[in-house]
Nanobody, 114 residues
């Protein structure tokens, strides 16, 4: 089991930026595909960005060109750079393994509003 702690969320105006962080309790990013998920009120959790064990990235269409997933293996930390934020990006954001997720962390709230 791996513990994951998300941080970096907040309130931002449309068009603004945020950088989310995901700290893992041990070194795992080189071995598993990881992803950022979001869950908006009343909706199911969905996967928005992934990074494979060898660094290949993929994005859902709604965030492509605006979000960038990355990781720092030495710091056991994964990031989600979010630019050109839209009100529809408002959600709680979580990080987890793509296949067979571990226990979910508390997530970090992102609110995009003027």
């Amino acid at each position: 089991q791996v513990q994951l702690v998300e941080s970096g969320g907040g309130l931002v105006q449309p068009g603004g930026s945020l950088r989310l962080s995901c700290a893992a309790s041990r070194s795992i990013f080189s071995f598993v595909a990881m992803g950022w998920y979001c869950q908006a009120p009343g909706k199911q959790r969905e996967l928005v960005a992934t990074i494979s064990s060898d660094g290949l990235t993929n994005y859902t269409d709604s965030v492509k060109g605006r979000f960038t997933i990355s990781r720092d293996n030495a710091k056991n930390t994964m990031y989600l750079q979010m630019n050109s934020l839209k009100p529809e990006d408002t959600a709680v954001y979580y990080c987890n393994r793509v296949a067979r997720p571990w226990d979910w962390g508390q997530g970090t709230q992102v609110t995009v509003s003027s």
